[in-house]
């Protein structure tokens, strides 16, 4: 099988077959592959996925990952090019997590999104000219749901998935951040966080973490002083300690005062900056706490309600001694059904064009909001704007810049 940048295919007989294969699906050979699936390593999968993709009646099939930057989808099969993510069908089905098909010497051929959860991973490009259209759709969707969960749990151990995705070398502090960040997009049915951070190769103090709890999202971006090994441990153990303190049932004042306490503790004379916060998707009540960071910003009917986030300035997270506070105030309003949340780093707003312009706040948010008017789901739009960002200042990032934005929708059940 063989895919040009155009993502034109040309397929030979898979080496493991010598006839066509039968339009039903072999149960018994399917559920072998399974199994062996479980034990299989990770560079063993491009041609698992042909043995499945055979075993479901389709012809041959293809897995391609997002790279890091999410520009381009990169084939598990090494001998193939990449495909680019904005100009490709492939990159069409990526983008919009729909089904693409397209023509290819007088057959089909389905660009799958491959989706785990809400965390885009990928496309998968399947041929099978012998089954029907109806056949086609439903076994391509079915082996895509099958390999994105097969992704996701080898990619956790998987240097070698890691590397296929790069482009770039990575910095050591971007390294050890990398190891703690959770996936770029998690949610349920009444509630979506997604996130981006650049420089992707060499962050070094920014970093975003966003988990659900029963019907509870946590969110939370950091931004720790420096740009260097010291600030990518001191937002590490941050992250450490506001997961010790959730996972050990602590509520949002009891998480930052883990990270206070932590951070005084090991790494006394340094300090981040971040925003915390606790959506009940339930109720939509959102409860944060805002130390020494930008203030989040409420999106709601295409436009920013200019302060409702704002609050009393508190000191940053981490300071010992007498700069230490007393207390942490927490503050708490409610959201109503589709209302987005925006949290950043000063990196974002701050970037800047060959005539020193900021990129700026006014910018930002109208990027947000027009490309959400437009139909654009939120990790689509957050791609386009830190692609926008970086284009603004020629990919030169003077700082970290971190974007988290996440949406109440009661209304999908």
């Given at each position: ?55 479901l009646g389709l012809d041959t099939a293809l897995i391609y990952l997002v790279d890091l930057q999410q520009r381009l989808l990169i084939p598990l099969a090494e001998t193939l090019e990449p495909l680019p993510v904005d100009h490709s069908p492939a990159g069409w089905a990526y983008r919009t997590i729909s089904p693409r098909v397209a023509t290819a010497d007088d057959d089909p051929v389905i660009w799958m999104p491959l989706v785990d959860g809400s965390e885009r991973l990928g496309v998968l490009a399947v041929r099978a000219a012998s089954l029907d259209e109806t056949a086609r759709m439903r076994r391509s969707r079915m082996l895509a749901h099958l390999l994105a969960m097969l992704i996701t749990s080898k990619r956790a151990y998987s240097d070698w998935l890691a590397a296929r995705t790069r482009v770039s070398a990575m910095g050591l502090p971007a390294e050890m951040l ?236």
């Amino acid at each position: 099988m063989r895919l040009s940048t155009e993502g034109v295919i040309t397929v030979s007989d898979p080496p493991h077959v010598s006839c066509g294969p039968d339009t039903a699906i072999d149960e018994k050979r399917l559920e072998e592959l399974i199994v062996e699936a479980q034990t299989a390593l990770p560079i063993e999968l491009p041609a698992l996925v042909n043995r499945c993709a055979w075993a479901l009646g389709l012809d041959t099939a293809l897995i391609y990952l997002v790279d890091l930057q999410q520009r381009l989808l990169i084939p598990l099969a090494e001998t193939l090019e990449p495909l680019p993510v904005d100009h490709s069908p492939a990159g069409w089905a990526y983008r919009t997590i729909s089904p693409r098909v397209a023509t290819a010497d007088d057959d089909p051929v389905i660009w799958m999104p491959l989706v785990d959860g809400s965390e885009r991973l990928g496309v998968l490009a399947v041929r099978a000219a012998s089954l029907d259209e109806t056949a086609r759709m439903r076994r391509s969707r079915m082996l895509a749901h099958l390999l994105a969960m097969l992704i996701t749990s080898k990619r956790a151990y998987s240097d070698w998935l890691a590397a296929r995705t790069r482009v770039s070398a990575m910095g050591l502090p971007a390294e050890m951040l990398r190891a703690f960040l959770p996936p770029r997009t998690v949610g349920s049915a009444k509630c979506v966080s997604t996130a981006v951070l650049e420089p992707a190769y060499d962050i070094a103090g920014d970093a975003f973490d966003h988990s659900v709890v029963k019907n509870v999202l946590h969110t939370m971006i950091l931004d720790s002083m420096g740009h260097d090994l010291t600030a990518g441990l001191t937002t590490s153990v941050a992250m450490a300690a506001a997961r010790n303190a959730r996972r050990s049932g602590g509520d949002l004042i009891d998480v930052v005062a883990s990270v206070d306490r932590a951070l005084a503790q090991w790494l006394p004379d340094h300090f981040c900056t971040g925003v915390l916060c606790r959506l009940d998707a339930e109720t939509g009540v959102l409860r944060w706490v805002n130390c020494g960071h930008p203030p989040p910003l409420l999106i709601r009917a295409e436009r920013v309600l200019a302060g409702a986030l704002d609050s009393p300035p508190q000191p940053p997270i981490g300071l010992a001694g007498p700069l230490a506070p007393a207390t942490r105030q927490v503050h708490e309003t409610t959201l109503q059904p589709g209302d987005c949340v925006l949290l950043y780093t000063d990196g974002v707003v701050e970037a800047r064009d060959a005539d020193g312009a900021e990129f700026g706040l006014d910018r930002f948010t109208d990027f947000i909001i027009r490309s959400s008017a437009a139909g654009q789901r939120p990790a689509e739009v957050l791609r386009l704007l830190i692609h926008a960002i970086l284009d603004y200042q020629r990919n030169q990032l003077r700082d970290d810049a971190t974007i988290l934005l996440f949406e109440w929708r009661p209304q999908h059940q």
